[in-house]
């Protein structure tokens, strides 16, 4: 197991392995002799037999929302307005206006 988080580490901090097609990631690990399970995630572009050789059974997963996150640009339009202010008991009411009537 060790070795293969060894492997995993150095696939992942070299680019030319990381984007390596799964035919020159498979070479590249037969002669490295990785473990039967991390050659057959590659060959099957599958996790499953590394969670199974790392002792992963249960994968938690992150909730997924549908909702803009923060920073985006996107306009808020589910979100009320805030209400009108209430008047002021106390403050005299708004002048009227008066209308002008054209001829």
Do not use: F, N, W
Not at 5 to 30: F, H, M, N
Not at 84 to 92: E, G, H, Q, R
């Amino acid at each position: 197991m060790t070795d293969t988080i060894k492997l995993l580490a150095t696939i992942g901090s070299d680019a030319s392995l990381r984007y390596a097609s799964p035919e020159e990631l498979k070479c590249v690990l037969g002669k490295a002799q990785a473990s039967v399970e991390l050659k057959l995630a590659v060959e099957l572009g599958d996790g499953a037999p590394l969670r199974v050789e790392l002792g992963i059974y249960r994968v938690e997963e992150a909730p997924q929302m549908q909702a803009p996150g923060h920073g985006d640009d996107e306009d808020e339009t589910d979100v009320p307005p805030p209400p009108p202010p209430k008047p002021d008991p106390l403050s005299p009411p708004p002048a009227k206006r008066s209308r002008s009537r054209r001829r």
